[in-house]
Structure formats: structure tokens, C-alpha cells
């Protein structure tokens, strides 16, 4: 069989940490950097962590954001990651986890493929990173390292809950969409990536 090509968000944060685990697996990563990058063959895709805010701008800018909302619609399997995450939901709550209220266009939606409302920053300054273990629906336990992540503070139609940490929803599928708060790629475990190509 060939290998599974994934696209691989690579504008911004940790997208290179994704590359190896794929490849540790035996799919090859496709670098999305700019819209003709687009065009490549590829049947996956995950958008990494890093500054959704960041990451949103230029995927607008590069015209890249209509044509990735429209694969992800057309059923693409997507997993997003901590920022990834916020760039799938549909909805942002107006209030970050460490109580600061930002602008609109700070918190804006951008794919907003993913019916969740996500909060950024939702474990405040004090918790800004962190690690546990935690039960996942279908992989047994799981590690989670947070890096100034958001949560889910409400799923919409159809989006079901993967996991929580401290009764927060870290982990939600939504059909073809999977978005977590914490970063798989930075540990040993290679159970959510098997997931992707699962799917
Ligand atoms: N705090 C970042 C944001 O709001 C997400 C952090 C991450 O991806 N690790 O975009």
C-alpha cells in the first residue's frame, strides 16, 4: 500500500514535531506553506499548535483558509492541535483564561468548521503548561502536555467529547474533524496520529 500522505500545516509552531511522528509511522508529510502547496496530493490533514491569531492572519492572507475550509467540509480527515483547535471552532469565548478580554479580531473564528466554542489560554497564567494522563474514548490512556491551551467550553450538534482533563473537555470528533487542546506530538505515544490515519 502507498503511504498516506498528510498535510501538514508548516506557516507557523509546531509542525515539525507532527512531521516525525507521521513519518516514525510511515506517512509521508506534505509541508503546507503557501496556496500552490494546495495542490499536492494529500488525503489528511493537521493543523498545528503554536498562535492561532498568528497562523489565522496568514493562512488568510496567503488565500489559503477558503480552500482548506472547503476540503475539510468536502470530509478530509483534520486533526488540530491546541491552536489547530482554535482555528477549526466555530466559536471563541469573548473571555481568555486569564481573565483578559481581547479584541475581536484577536479572538476571531477561522476555519470555523467545528462546532465547539473554545476558550484560549483557558488554564490562565498561573497553569501555562502541564502534563497528566488521561482516559480517550477508543485509545485507553493517553499523555497530554498543555502549552497555554485552550479547552472546550461547549460542544455543538453532532461534536462528541474524546476526553477530559480535571472535568475540562480537551478532546471532541466531530464526523471527519478532530480537535484537541494538547500537543501528541511531543510525546512518545503515537495513538492519536494512528487515529488520523485511521480515519
Ligand atoms: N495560546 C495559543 C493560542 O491561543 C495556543 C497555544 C498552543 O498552540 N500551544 O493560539
Not at 24 to 47: K, N, V, Y
Not at 71 to 92: K, N, S
Not at 123 to 128: D, F, P
Amino acid at each position: 500500500m502507498a503511504a498516506a500522505k498528510v498535510g501538514v500545516l508548516a506557516v507557523q509552531g509546531a509542525f515539525a514535531e507532527h512531521e516525525a511522528v507521521l513519518r516514525r509511522l510511515g506517512a509521508e508529510p506534505i509541508e503546507l506553506r503557501q496556496a500552490s502547496d494546495l495542490e499536492r496530493s494529500f488525503d489528511r490533514l493537521i493543523l498545528p499548535g503554536g498562535e492561532s491569531t498568528a497562523q489565522g492572519k496568514v493562512l488568510r492572507d496567503l488565500g489559503m483558509l477558503d480552500p482548506l475550509r472547503q476540503r475539510i467540509q468536502e470530509g478530509m480527515p483534520v486533526l488540530g492541535t491546541c491552536a489547530g483547535l482554535i482555528l477549526l471552532a466555530d466559536h471563541i469565548d469573548s473571555v481568555n483564561g486569564d481573565g483578559s478580554r481581547v479584541d475581536d479580531q484577536h479572538n476571531s473564528t477561522w476555519l470555523a468548521t467545528l462546532p465547539v466554542t473554545v476558550r484560549r489560554n483557558a488554564y490562565g497564567r498561573q497553569l501555562g503548561s502541564f502534563r497528566t494522563e488521561q482516559p480517550f474514548a477508543g485509545l485507553g490512556t493517553v499523555p497530554m502536555t498543555f502549552i497555554r491551551a485552550p479547552f472546550v467550553t461547549a460542544v455543538g450538534p453532532g461534536t462528541e467529547v474524546l476526553a477530559e482533563a480535571d472535568g475540562n473537555v480537551v478532546a471532541v470528533r466531530n464526523g471527519n474533524q478532530i480537535g484537541l487542546s494538547f500537543h501528541p506530538e511531543l510525546d512518545p505515544s503515537t495513538l492519536i496520529h494512528e487515529l488520523l490515519l485511521s480515519l
